[in-house]
């Protein structure tokens, strides 16, 4: 038997509180999807203004950030015509991006869940989301990967 960490809706408050302060202070608006070890969506939080579109993109990055265990520019740059990893990019019914701008949430070396952002450059959802990890780990005191 396993005991494992587990994200639950209040981390997922304070990951989301976290985002949403560094896209703040980059003065952009963006989506924030939180879901849970099994890719399940746990919190989404869109910002007002936000595009209508970052709504399932960062969905699907907190999704594929989860389902690979790394962050999604990581897995990114593995699936360009004839690396080794072409074609991922069209599986899982559409959940899975290429996107940069998911990251899992490690705890201990395990997978407890992902953040997706959407909503500004490539480079902007990627702060956001390493920003609201450090904000969580700061608020929890918990081992939480934060270098990726």
């Not at 963006?30 to 869109?46: A, Q, R, T, W």
Request: charged content about 20%; some cysteine.
């Amino acid at each position: 038997m396993r005991n494992t960490l587990r994200l639950d809706l209040e981390d997922a408050k304070i990951l989301a509180e976290g985002a949403e302060k560094s896209a703040n202070n980059m003065g952009i608006k963006v989506c924030i999807s939180i879901c849970d070890e099994n890719g399940d969506l746990i919190l989404f939080h869109k910002m007002n203004d936000a595009f209508l579109i970052s709504t399932e993109i960062s969905i699907s990055k907190a999704y594929t950030a989860v389902a690979v265990k790394m962050p999604t520019r990581t897995i990114g740059e593995t699936t360009y015509p004839g690396k080794v990893n072409y074609g991922l990019q069209f599986t899982n019914l559409g959940r899975f991006t290429i996107l940069p701008g998911g990251f899992p949430i490690i705890i201990n070396g395990n997978v407890i869940g992902g953040i997706g952002i959407s909503g500004g450059t490539s480079e902007q959802d990627e702060k956001i989301g390493l920003d609201s990890i450090a904000y969580f780990k700061s608020k929890t005191n918990l081992q939480v990967k934060t270098n990726f």
